[in-house]
T-cell receptor
Framework: NAGVTQTPKFRILKIGQSMTLQCAQDMNHNYMYWYRQDPGMGLKLIYY???????DKGEVPNGYNVSRSTTEDFPLRLELAAPSQTSVYFC????????????FGEGSWLTVV | AQKVTQAQTEISVVEKEDVTLDCVYETRDTTYYLFWYKQPPSGELVFLIRRNSFDEQNEISGRYSWNFQKSTSSFNFTITASQVVDSAVYFCALTPNTGNQFYFGTGTSLTVIP
C-alpha cells in the first residue's frame, strides 16, 4: 500500500536555488494538500487542489507554486529558496467520498542555508 | 469561522498513568468531521480516528478512547495506562462537510516518562 509518496525525504538547498518536491498518491483521491510544519509548530496550509487542473492558495502560499496536471501528482515548487522556507513539508490526499479522512505522506525535510 | 483549540501545549505523565488530551472546536456547519492524528518523534503523521457530527458515541480502541460531546464542542482523547511509545505530538483536526480545508489544532506534546 503506497498511499501518499513524497520525494525527496531530505534536501539541503542554498539560498536562491529552486527545487520541486514531488508528491504522488495512488488512492484516486481528488483532493490533495501541501502543508509545512516549522520546528515545534503546527501545520500550515500552503496550497491545495480539489481536482486535476484546479489549485488554490492556503494560508502561506508566498514563495511556492503548485500544479495538478493529473489526479495522482501534486508537485510543490520552491522558487528562490530562502532560510524562512526551512521546514518539514507534508503532502496529503483526502478521501472526499468516504469519510473525509486526510492521509499524509512521510514528509520532506528541507533546509535552506 | 472554523477553529480547533488544543489548550494543552505539553503534558508529561509517568508510565501507566492515564492521560486526557483536550480538543475544543468551533464551526457553524451542522455536518462536520473531527479527527485525531499522532506524530511520533520520527515525524510522520498517523491517522488515529475520525468522527462525524452525527455520531456522538464514544469509541474505544485498545488503550485509546475518544469522548465526543457536541454540547461542549469537545472531542477529547484519553490514553489509558500510558506507555513510552505513546510519546508524541497529537493533533486534533476539523473539516466541515461542505468545505475544502482541514483545520488543525496546534498540537499537544505528550511525554511518557518510564
Amino acid at each position: 500500500n503506497a498511499g501518499v509518496t513524497q520525494t525527496p525525504k531530505f534536501r539541503i538547498l542554498k539560498i536562491g536555488q529552486s527545487m520541486t518536491l514531488q508528491c504522488a498518491q495512488d488512492m484516486n483521491h481528488n483532493y490533495m494538500y501541501w502543508y509545512r510544519q516549522d520546528p515545534g509548530m503546527g501545520l500550515k496550509l500552503i496550497y491545495y487542489s480539489v481536482g486535476a487542473g484546479i489549485t488554490d492558495k492556503g494560508e502561506v502560499p508566498n514563495g511556492y507554486n503548485v500544479s495538478r496536471s493529473t489526479t495522482e501528482d501534486f508537485p510543490l515548487r520552491l522558487e528562490l529558496a530562502a532560510p524562512s522556507q526551512t521546514s518539514v513539508y507534508f503532502c496529503a490526499s483526502r478521501d472526499r467520498v468516504s469519510g473525509n479522512t486526510i492521509y499524509f505522506g512521510e514528509g520532506s525535510w528541507l533546509t535552506v542555508v | 469561522a472554523q477553529k480547533v483549540t488544543q489548550a494543552q501545549t505539553e503534558i508529561s505523565v509517568v508510565e501507566k498513568e492515564d492521560v486526557t488530551l483536550d480538543c475544543v472546536y468551533e464551526t457553524r456547519d451542522t455536518t462536520y468531521y473531527l479527527f485525531w492524528y499522532k506524530q511520533p518523534p520520527s515525524g510522520e503523521l498517523v491517522f488515529l480516528i475520525r468522527r462525524n457530527s452525527f455520531d456522538e458515541q464514544n469509541e474505544i480502541s485498545g488503550r485509546y478512547s475518544w469522548n465526543f460531546q457536541k454540547s461542549t464542542s469537545s472531542f477529547n482523547f484519553t490514553i489509558t495506562a500510558s506507555q513510552v511509545v505513546d510519546s508524541a505530538v497529537y493533533f486534533c483536526a476539523l473539516t466541515p462537510n461542505t468545505g475544502n480545508q482541514f483545520y488543525f489544532g496546534t498540537g499537544t506534546s505528550l511525554t511518557v516518562i518510564p
